[in-house]
């Protein structure tokens, strides 16, 4: 049985900087892609970012361009999250995906495979 694992939430404040680990094992092949996702209290899942390792593709939300970076780890189907500047909007519980399956990465239902997630909360 496959599973994804988050780690490196916590809590910051406002300025501070967090990077976030996903490690997925146990999956008969490797994933073609991962992504992060985030979900605030109240609100709906929402796409953060993404990464094809086949071609490289990486895509961000528009709120964190600029100030998250998504990359591959030197193990295979691992990825991380830097994220810098965070801001008190960005506390969430950050969820890892894998396997992107329709094309449309910025779709929670697009992902085929998700992890328990881990918290952040960033303080002004």
């Known amino acids: 049985q496959g599973q994804l694992v988050e780690s490196g939430g916590d809590s910051v404040q406002a300025g501070g900087s967090l990077r976030l680990s996903c490690v997925a094992s146990?999956?008969?092949?490797?994933?073609?892609?991962m992504g992060w996702f985030r979900q605030a209290p109240g609100k709906e899942r929402e796409a953060v970012a993404g990464?094809?390792?086949?071609?490289?593709?990486?895509y961000y939300a528009d709120s964190v361009k600029g100030r998250f970076t998504i990359s591959r780890g030197n193990g295979e189907n691992t990825v991380y999250l830097q994220m810098n500047n965070l801001k008190t909007e960005d506390s969430a519980r950050y969820y890892c995906?894998?396997?992107?399956?329709?094309?449309?990465?910025?779709?929670?239902?697009?992902?085929?495979?998700w992890g328990q997630g881990t918290q952040v909360t960033v303080s002004s």
């Open positions: 146990g999956y008969a092949s490797s994933t073609n892609s």
């Open positions: 990464i094809y390792f086949a071609g490289g593709e990486i």
């Open positions: 995906a894998a396997e992107e399956r329709r094309g449309t990465p910025w779709l929670a239902d697009s992902w085929a495979y």
